[in-house]
Nanobody, 124 residues
């Protein structure tokens, strides 16, 4: 199991930006797909974005495409989610997740390793 720690959440006004980070405890991070999910009370975890080990493949949820940018630094064993032009609908707990391999997937069930989440609140 890989430990993942998210940082960077907070409370911001709509239109502003936040940058989330995800630090992994194990070097296997470098060989697997990393993804971001978010969750609000009463709902399941929603796919936000993912990228393959060398960032050759990148997927975004339609609701964040053009506003969010996912990236990674394998040397640092870290992933990032730059969130620009935040909207009230982006309010959620954001989670970093690591896949079993380098195959792109968007289902939360396909990711065995998760961080504990960081809270993002966007007010208008």
């Amino acid at each position: 199991q890989v430990q993942l720690v998210e940082r960077g959440g907070g409370s911001v006004q709509a239109g502003n930006s936040l940058r989330l980070s995800c630090e992994a405890s194990d070097r296997v991070f470098r060989n697997r797909v990393m993804a971001w999910f978010r969750q609000v009370p009463g709902k399941g975890r929603e796919f936000v974005a993912a990228l393959s080990r060398l960032s050759r493949s990148i997927d975004y949820n339609d609701s964040v495409r053009g506003r969010f940018t996912v990236s990674r630094n394998n040397d640092l064993q870290m992933g990032f989610l730059q969130m620009n032009n935040l909207k009230s609908e982006d309010t959620a707990d954001y989670y970093c997740a690591l896949a079993r391999d380098n195959q792109m997937r968007s289902s939360a069930a396909a990711f065995p390793d998760w961080g504990h989440g960081t809270r993002v609140t966007v007010f208008s």
